[in-house]
């Protein structure tokens, strides 16, 4: 009960002095979540050191969409020639291992990951939900269970960090009793993480009371931060679609690309002074300070 009063505490007794806001990033259709990360701020390219408090203005972490495509490289490029024995092989993997895939940072790095908040129309997310009356906060990450066939049917629960639009077109489309419909059609690219099924993770916090004009000052600049190792496999693929009917006549081609990662904590911070807020330890559901 110590640590949710300290966080409570904490929160009631923080005063934004910083006027400037972070842009807002777009959103995807039928999605409802951000489209990426803006780009006006630098994705960090070190491995991150989960012992600080302070993680800077409008920390935007590291880039998904980077690391997954350098890895991808990297594991296309490691492949047993024909003439090199397998001992070679075992010795040229290690060595591959061990060099940096993008920056300083490598396959044994602490990484950390910006979770956007869930909003209208996602599936996972977090939320930072503050009730009036009690004066309080709950923080809650939601992540959806996705099945990866390619990888023997592994159930792993997942979050989407980045979504990209590759194509939108629309085209006349007719069943087989000669209906004719005007499709929407499109192509999304997703980037997320992967790890094994945890219990929701929502704590409450009680004690002393914020005000709910202070809570609403510092809402929007709440930013949540996924701090991470990385597991094998390291690179898991998912798609799905929507099949166009008269009655809905979308077409949708979603392929999702995932890290699986080994969820060490989360985060919660204030995105105009970087201040970290609070650091959530999945595996117990228990705040600590930072």
Known sequence: MRN????????TAYTISMSSQEPPSSTSPRKGIP?????????????????????????QGHDVEAIYKRLVTAKDALKKEEFETAAEFEKRK???ASRPIL?????????AFRLPMASEGSTDGWTAEYDADGQAWTIAVEPSHT?????????????NLKETLLSNRNYAGTNAFGARRNVESVSIEVYGVAFRPLSKLTIEYGGAPMPPATAKQLKPHLRGLLVCTLEEPVLLRHFHGHVPTIDDPFESVTEEKYL?????????????????LIKLKPTSGVPTEP
């Open 103 to 111: 920056g300083s940072l490598t396959t044994s790095s602490t990484f």
């Open 147 to 159: 099945t990866f066939v390619e990888s023997d049917r592994r159930e792993l629960d997942t979050l």
């Open 35 to 59: 489209a990426g990360t803006n780009r006006r701020f630098e994705y960090l390219r070190r491995p991150f050191d989960a012992n600080v408090e302070n993680v800077g203005p409008y920390f």
């Open 260 to 276: 699986n990662i080994q969820l060490q904590q989360f985060w919660v911070f204030d995105a105009q002074s970087g201040r970290v």
């Open 4 to 11: 949710r009063c300290w966080f409570a505490l904490l929160l």
């Open 94 to 96: 290690e060595t591959t």
